[in-house]
């Protein structure tokens, strides 16, 4: 029962081991797959942001073009090039850069004379492509935006004058443009410069002045726009080109239509069973899906079944050791079994001779080994049916040999040896030799057998038992104690086994070449005798016990020092008990496995994935900066921590000096110092354009090393920032001789690339900060002028007029009589007409204060505000009928005087252009959306032209005669104004004789302004 015990424990383990093998084999692997997923899903992450930053990076330094635009009535052609020059220059995906202002079908011609001179060439035309892609003269329409300037001319030249307006595709763009006020960008076209070229336009609007939300009014106040055109495959190499990675392949697609559209396409070739990852981002109106395809090598697993190997051997051992003793048992019990039933045997043939001829031949006839009677000499004369089954012959036939003829005659010196013992002691045996079968094959048996008297004569008895299964048995019990040697020895990890004190009882040959020590020599021996430091064999000796008194597995890591040349190496060690035929422990058995290597390599996956967070954060600072004192702080902290130095310095060149303009170090170098370039290796490296690496500064010959015998200093790495003209160094110190990585330069180098980008960001600004500056100065100069204007028409103009009207005055007086009656009109006409102009002056100076009146914002309660106006306008027109309606109106944010201005102006309009009307009729109404109040006047009176609706709101423009409609031309433009300055908008909309509606928003919020 103990045996089948343990052939059942032997099993259990044996499974159980090959379980757990696979347990940890799968945990193992899945988090390494993790791994590999999470660095590549970083990958994909940094190359997304890398796109993204260069989109943004690149569409911004277009739209800044916008503002110069908006600014300035005009810009020259050389201005253009100016300003456009720097942003194509440093952005390589961009083709070119163009200059389209709106023109009218009435501003044509002037147009094109104007192209006409600067280009001179009289058959200049504005033009646009026919079915055939040729370019032709533009068909006639109400507007076009033809291409004015555009830079680099000499490879865009074909461009000029090309009307973007007459393609559907580019007109989409546009209006999407106009509508939202921002960049908008077309899908992929074909260029007008490069007829088998392919790329996209970026489309910035710029307008007169601040809008309203009526299109139409949107569209009128269109100047042009500022194009750029982008070779997308040109862009998206330039983002990806420090972020490159081997088997991560790129697919862009335009997916802001329902029908897909490649854009962009790296794949070089097919990968099969490649994994795709997809990414999103806004570009200005469109959406772009990026297609990461990733090669599943890049997900294999290494040393994908090395736990599953390394659990199958060590159970496999553990079961063969647990089984050995059960086989050798077996093999004992079956070999006490067969000498017991042949001791049987012989004792029954023995007394049956004795007793019972008859009965002594029944049982020689029936035993189940053979028996055999032979002479002295060898010759058989008596043999049972199981003798004669042993050698494949018949007993008739067996009968007729001999017993040599039988036996091979490599035994018969043993048979000799047998005889000779025989004659001595009267038996021989039992000994193992070989018969010679029928067929001529060897079968191996046992032989026992005496000397015998019959009738007086001497005779052999022997009995012979065949031995076959036995050794088959033992054959396959060699077989699988040569396996488990080959098997144990095949392990690559060190395995050992002890007894329950530590005394080493086997071990493999990887333990023997690493521990310098022969199995044979290492049997007796403990860890105390192996292990050199006392503590480290305590150790091991205490994770032995651990092991032994739990009864189970035990699991650790633990460096070791191997003696065969003194290196260490960190291990995974598993140790399990061994038990014997009664369960009991007898031994450990220890397996570990060197993961030196997966240590190294996940705390450097953990060192490349800090290093690139803090770079990816330094950028960012970099984005933000404005000054470049927020530059070097930023870059000189970075530089040091991502190579992990003694020191970093920030280098600026100016003119033939090297100016050090600070420093993150151990101890000070030469901050805010100056150094002819010649006398300092950053100098080096900013002349010769080159990056500096010199592990030992005192065997580097373009190093002068007598500048560092008093630093810290003994190695060095110098990153020009701008390789093709550099402005200054990153300057990289260690203490110790050390040559950085190439993770290490990739990433310093980014770092310095990011800092040009950075520096001139900042110069740009400064220089922007700068004109503004000087525009503000301009600004605030034509204030002035504007004062001193309003104070001349307030004073010097109005003296004229009042001596106008005295003049008048005083011929009334004088000559009441005198004057005939067409003379008296002349007077009167003189005096309305003064009196016009003084209306006028005034209209003017208020419209001149609504510009520069600062606004103070009450809540005001538009309904008392509505009605305190409308009895002005009631006073006013006494005599008339005016029907009234008048909506619910909110509460809104706003200047009380400025808006009670709007509504005396609106609502006298009203009221002005139904004069002719028998029933006026005037509502008011309000209606509102998530952001702003919408106001509506609509009268039932004159009305007007829509096609002249975007001159209303001009000042002096008029759409009525004076004589039908007396005013100044300046009511609706001082609306406007009042609107615009609370961060709303005004439109019209109306029809001849049938009335007019104006409208007026104002927003909700105030803060969003």
């Known amino acids: 029962m103990r045996l089948n015990n343990r052939l059942l424990l032997a099993f259990a383990i044996l499974i159980l081991g090959i379980s757990i093998s696979i347990g940890v084999q799968y945990v193992r692997n899945d988090k390494q797959l993790i791994e590999k997923t999470n660095q590549i899903n970083l990958v994909v992450s940094n190359q997304s942001i890398a796109i993204e930053h260069e989109l943004s990076s690149s569409f911004s330094s277009v739209e800044i073009l916008k503002y110069f635009f908006e600014k300035n009535q005009t810009i020259s052609r050389k201005e253009f090039q100016n300003y456009t020059e720097p942003i194509y220059l440093e952005n390589h995906s961009i083709k070119a850069i163009s200059w389209v202002p709106k023109v009218t079908a009435e501003g044509r011609t002037e147009f094109e004379s104007e192209i006409s001179k600067e280009r001179s060439n009289n058959s200049f035309f504005i033009t646009e492509r026919n079915a055939k892609n040729e370019l032709i003269k533009a068909k006639n329409r109400e507007d076009y935006f033809p291409v004015k300037y555009i830079e680099p001319i000499e490879e865009n030249s074909t461009a000029i004058g090309y009307d973007i307006f007459s393609n559907d595709i580019r007109k989409a763009t546009i209006l999407n443009a106009i509508n939202r006020k921002k960049i908008a960008i077309t899908p992929r076209i074909q260029l007008v410069q490069d007829a088998r070229g392919y790329g996209f336009l970026v489309l910035v609007p710029v307008f007169n002045h601040f809008l309203t939300s009526n299109s139409a009014n949107r569209f009128e106040n269109t100047k042009g726009f500022i194009s750029a055109v982008y070779k997308v495959n040109q862009l998206i190499d330039t983002a990806l080109l420090e972020s490159k990675v081997i088997g991560v392949q790129l697919v862009v697609n335009d997916i802001t239509a329902t029908q897909k559209e490649e854009l962009y396409n790296n794949t070089?070739?097919?990968?099969?069973?490649?994994?795709?990852?997809?990414?999103?981002?806004?570009?200005?109106?469109?959406?772009?899906?990026?297609?990461?395809?990733?090669?599943?090598?890049?997900?294999?697993?290494?040393?994908?079944?090395?736990?599953?190997?390394?659990?199958?051997?060590?159970?496999?051992?553990?079961?063969?050791?647990?089984?050995?003793?059960?086989?050798?048992?077996?093999?004992?019990?079956?070999?006490?079994?067969?000498?017991?039933?042949?001791?049987?045997?012989?004792?029954?043939?023995?007394?049956?001779?004795?007793?019972?001829?008859?009965?002594?031949?029944?049982?020689?006839?029936?035993?189940?080994?053979?028996?055999?009677?032979?002479t002295m000499d060898g010759r058989l004369t008596d043999v049972n049916p199981a003798y004669a089954e042993i050698i494949g012959h018949s007993i008739e036939e067996t009968l007729k040999l001999t017993y040599w003829e039988i036996t091979p005659d490599k035994y018969i010196e043993q048979e000799q040896l047998q005889l000779q013992s025989m004659a001595k002691t009267g038996h021989y045996g039992p000994y193992e030799k070989e018969y010679i079968h029928k067929d001529g094959h060897f079968v191996p048996v046992r032989l026992t057998g005496k000397i015998i008297e019959q009738k007086g004569e001497k005779y052999i008895l022997s009995s012979i038992e065949d031995i076959t299964e036995q050794k088959r048995l033992i054959d396959e019990i060699k077989d699988s104690q040569t396996l488990l040697m080959n098997l144990i020895n095949a392990i690559p990890d060190l395995l050992w086994l002890k007894d329950i004190n530590g005394i080493y009882l086997h071990c493999n040959t990887i333990f023997e070449d690493l521990y310098g020590v022969k199995e044979k020599d290492l049997i007796g021996m403990s860890d105390f005798d192996?292990?050199?430091?006392?503590?480290?064999?305590?150790?091991?000796?205490?994770?032995?016990?651990?092991?032994?008194?739990?009864?189970?597995?035990?699991?650790?890591?633990?460096?070791?020092?191997?003696?065969?040349?003194?290196?260490?190496?960190?291990?995974?060690?598993?140790?399990?008990?061994?038990?014997?035929?009664?369960?009991?422990?007898?031994?450990?058995?220890?397996?570990?496995?060197?993961?030196?290597?997966?240590?190294?390599?996940?705390?450097?996956?953990?060192?490349?994935?800090?290093?690139?967070?803090?770079?990816?954060?330094?950028?960012?600072?970099?984005?933000?900066?404005?000054?470049?004192?927020?530059?070097?702080?930023?870059?000189?902290?970075?530089?040091?921590?991502?190579?992990?130095?003694?020191?970093?310095?920030?280098?600026?060149?100016?003119?033939?000096?090297?100016?050090?303009?600070?420093?993150?170090?151990?101890?000070?170098?030469?901050?805010?110092?100056?150094?002819?370039?010649?006398?300092?290796?950053?100098?080096?490296?900013?002349?010769?354009?080159?990056?500096?690496?010199?592990?030992?500064?005192?065997?580097?010959?373009?190093?002068n090393s007598d500048v560092y015998k008093h630093t810290f200093v003994n190695s060095l790495a110098m990153f020009p920032i701008r390789m093709e003209n550099p402005v200054g160094v990153i300057g990289i110190y260690w203490s110790k001789n050390y040559r950085p990585t190439e993770d290490e330069i990739i990433i310093v180098k980014t770092l310095a690339d990011a800092t040009s980008i950075a520096m001139e960001n900042v110069s740009f600004y400064e220089k922007l900060e700068i004109k503004v500056k000087d525009r503000t100065v301009l600004l605030e100069a034509a204030n002035k002028e504007l004062e001193a204007f309003s104070y001349s028409v307030s004073h010097d103009l109005r003296a004229p007029l009042r001596h106008i009207n005295g003049y008048i005055d005083l011929i009334n007086r004088r000559f009441p009589d005198s004057l005939p009656e067409k003379g008296q009109q002349f007077l009167k006409n003189i005096s309305d007409s003064a009196t016009q102009m003084g209306m006028l002056i005034d209209d003017l100076l208020l419209f001149s204060r609504t510009s520069r009146q600062e606004l103070r914002y009450d809540k005001l309660n538009m309904q008392i505000l509505v009605q305190e106006v409308i009895k002005l306008i009631d006073q006013e027109n006494t005599g008339r009928k005016i029907e009234w309606a008048i909506s619910t109106l909110p509460n809104v944010l706003g200047d009380n005087n400025l808006l009670k201005l709007v509504w005396i102006n609106l609502l006298s309009n009203a009221a002005k252009f139904t004069r002719k009307k028998d029933q006026a009729s005037i509502k008011i109404q309000f209606q509102e959306n998530e952001k702003e109040y919408i106001f509506s006047i609509r009268d039932n009176g004159a009305g007007f032209d829509m096609q002249y609706a975007q001159k209303l709101f001009g000042v002096f423009q008029r759409l009525h005669s004076s004589a039908d409609y007396e005013g100044t031309g300046i009511g609706l433009a001082n609306v406007q104004r009042i609107i615009i300055r609370h961060g709303g908008r005004t439109w019209a909309e109306a029809e001849v004789d049938k009335g007019a509606t104006f409208y007026f928003t104002l927003p909700k919020n105030i803060n969003e302004l």
């Open 268 to 374: 070089r070739k097919a990968l099969r069973q490649s994994k795709i990852l997809k990414k999103q981002i806004a570009v200005g109106d469109r959406v772009w899906e990026l297609n990461f395809i990733i090669d599943p090598f890049l997900y294999k697993i290494d040393n994908k079944y090395s736990y599953f190997l390394i659990g199958i051997s060590s159970s496999l051992l553990i079961f063969l050791l647990i089984l050995l003793p059960y086989i050798k048992s077996k093999r004992a019990e079956i070999l006490s079994h067969r000498l017991h039933i042949e001791q049987k045997v012989r004792e029954e043939t023995e007394q049956s001779l004795s007793e019972s001829e008859e009965y002594n031949r029944a049982l020689f006839k029936q035993a189940t080994i053979g028996l055999a009677l032979t």
């Open 530 to 703: 192996l292990v050199t430091d006392p503590k480290r064999a305590e150790f091991f000796r205490e994770t032995d016990r651990t092991t032994l008194l739990n009864g189970k597995s035990f699991i650790n890591e633990e460096e070791v020092t191997f003696l065969s040349d003194g290196h260490h190496e960190v291990v995974e060690t598993i140790k399990t008990p061994i038990f014997d035929f009664n369960d009991k422990i007898t031994g450990v058995l220890g397996i570990s496995r060197n993961i030196t290597e997966h240590k190294k390599f996940e705390s450097e996956i953990i060192r490349l994935n800090n290093h690139l967070q803090s770079l990816i954060e330094v950028i960012q600072n970099l984005a933000k900066a404005r000054s470049l004192d927020e530059i070097v702080s930023s870059v000189k902290v970075a530089a040091r921590k991502l190579t992990n130095a003694d020191g970093a310095t920030f280098v600026l060149r100016e003119g033939d000096k090297c100016y050090f303009i600070d420093e993150d170090a151990l101890y000070p170098l030469w901050k805010g110092q100056r150094f002819p370039l010649e006398e300092r290796i950053g100098g080096w490296a900013i002349l010769n354009k080159e990056m500096v690496i010199a592990e030992d500064i005192y065997k580097d010959d373009r190093i």
